[in-house]
T-cell receptor, first 115, second 115 residues
Framework: DARVTQTPRHKVTEMGQEVTMRCQPI?????VFWYRQTMMQGLELLAY????????DSGMPKDRFSAEMPDATLATLKIQPSEPRDSAVYFC?????????????FGSGTQLSVL | ELKVEQNPLFLSMQEGKNYTIYCNYS?????LYWYRQDPGKSLESLFV???NGAVKQEGRLMASLDTKARLSTLHITAAVHDLSATYFC???????????????WGAGTKLIIKP
């Protein structure tokens, strides 16, 4: 089965350290999303790409977060420096428009804990 | 303000019972999604509702959309324990091929079905 692959699944780090999360979207999907999920805020859209170009990253704190798609098979989300308030589950999703219907497929997420 | 409100946010019920989760949204849209999330897991697409009056059914779950009332419902028939999960609705304002894509998520309904 085709699926979105995220690494690492879990990350524990100390405040101030750089964190890089990776996502391999489903082959052929041209839209990639980064979401953050917390108990308090629910699901928040951080950034999304279409055909590797960033379309919107307004949900992301620009001073510390950055998102890129170096190629069609890899999306990255970096936090530098990390802070305890960044602790959350980060999901990547890729999307496809098929017969007029849009569908998102989510990865398993990266559980980030910043101490 | 764009809002998607789900209720209830928490539901505990017995197996065999029927119940409905409601999703109200504050702006015009004819695309609505339902997702399921098991604890510690990713989000899985359940239904995509694309027009007024759309009804989709999968097993014991049935989703409907009333765009005039800005309301979607997820109905559970004769609940079984395996349906225990958190259910999210999400309203697509423009579609993710639009450069001003917005997918507004509800807070989720945590459903516990007791054997």
């Amino acid at each position: 089965d085709a699926r979105v692959t995220q690494t690492p699944r879990h990350k524990v780090t100390e405040m101030g350290q750089e964190v890089t999360m990776r996502c391999q979207p489903i082959l052929g999907h041209n839209t990639v999303f980064w979401y953050r999920q917390t108990m308090m805020q629910g699901l928040e859209l951080l950034a999304y790409f279409r055909n590797r170009a960033p379309l919107d990253d307004s949900g992301m704190p620009k001073d510390r977060f950055s998102a890129e798609m170096p190629d069609a098979t890899l999306a990255t989300l970096k936090i530098q420096p990390s802070e305890p308030r960044d602790s959350a589950v980060y999901f990547c999703a890729s999307g496809l428009v098929l017969r007029g219907r849009e569908k998102l497929f989510f990865g398993s997420g990266t559980q980030l804990s910043v101490l | 303000e764009l809002k998607v409100e789900q209720n209830p946010l928490f539901l505990s019920m017995q197996e065999g019972k029927n119940y409905t989760i409601y999703c109200n949204y504050s702006t015009t849209s004819d695309r609505l999604y339902w997702y399921r999330q098991d604890p510690g897991k990713s989000l899985e697409s359940l239904f995509v509702l694309l027009s007024n009056g759309a009804v989709k059914q999968e097993g014991r779950l049935m989703a409907s959309l009333d765009t005039k009332a800005r309301l979607s419902t997820l109905h559970i028939t004769a609940a079984v324990h395996d349906l225990s999960a958190t259910y999210f609705c999400a309203v697509d304002i423009r579609g993710f091929l639009d450069s001003n894509y917005q997918l507004i998520w509800g807070a989720g309904t945590k459903l516990i079905i007791k054997p």
